[in-house]
T-cell receptor
Framework: DAGVIQSPRHEVTEMGQEVTLRCKPI?????LFWYRQTMMRGLELLIY????????DSGMPEDRFSAKMPNASFSTLKIQPSEPRDSAVYFC??????????FGPGTRLTVT | GQQLNQSPQSMFIQEGEDVSMNCTSS?????WLWYKQDPGEGPVLLIA?????ELTSNGRLTAQFGITRKDSFLNISASIPSDVGIYFC?????????????FGKGTKLSVKP
């Protein structure tokens, strides 16, 4: 079975550019989560969806960050404009219940 | 907000040794999970615990949900080189549609053959 799919795996962009990260959750999972991982702060939940509806976006750091889930098989996390402090690994995870989350391989974002 | 204190931060052990790590909090959690992350990959779920006092095994891994609901432990028996990685605990306060996962900072395990 395919796991959570994320693209791209690596993204290098210049400050001020728009960045879009993509995620395809595991089929049948009702929950989708976006996390950010840095050395300093560890794993942080940014936002999560249930049945394509955003439930909690309190972890989204600023208005520069936005996330959408237009259907059950696709979600995007967008940063506009990007800044160097946004450099991190961004993970998408999905789950059938709220608890046992399955993570994708991550997108390593570098903003110069 | 809730915080999880995971210890030790790192461990360097000999192959064949047993490993113990734990996670503590000042808050009560209703669910505890343990994940392992390999370099360049996402965390992989190892064990999920749902009841205080619960003891669950997954091969050489055993995890326990503390009686006070404020801590959890993970043990690895007879470590092998592929056990190398970062182990994260995660706790969840709410139930149902509430409650996000809060992650510890991880325990980095190194195994010497």
């Amino acid at each position: 079975d395919a796991g959570v799919i994320q693209s791209p795996r690596h993204e290098v962009t210049e400050m001020g550019q728009e960045v879009t990260l993509r995620c395809k959750p595991i089929s049948g999972h009702d929950y989708l989560f976006w996390y950010r991982q840095t050395m300093m702060r560890g794993l942080e939940l940014l936002i999560y969806f249930n049945n394509n509806v955003p439930i909690d976006d309190s972890g989204m750091p600023e208005d520069r960050f936005s996330a959408k889930m237009p259907n059950a098989s696709f979600s995007t996390l967008k940063i506009q404009p990007s800044e160097p402090r946004d450099s991190a690994v961004y993970f998408c995870a999905s789950s059938f219940t709220l608890y046992e989350q399955y993570f994708g391989p991550g997108t390593r974002l570098t903003v110069t | 907000g809730q915080q999880l204190n995971q210890s030790p931060q790192s461990m360097f052990i000999q192959e064949g040794e047993d490993v113990s790590m734990n996670c503590t909090s000042s808050s009560i959690f209703n669910t505890w999970l343990w994940y392992k992350q390999d370099p360049g990959e996402g965390p992989v779920l190892l064990i999920a615990l749902y009841k205080a006092g619960e003891l669950t095994s997954n091969g050489r891994l055993t995890a326990q949900f503390g009686i006070t609901r404020k801590d959890s432990f993970l043990n690895i028996s007879a470590s092998i080189p592929s056990d190398v990685g970062i182990y994260f605990c995660a706790g969840q306060v709410g139930r149902g549609s509430q409650g996000n996962l809060i992650f510890g900072k991880g325990t980095k395990l190194s195994v010497k053959p």
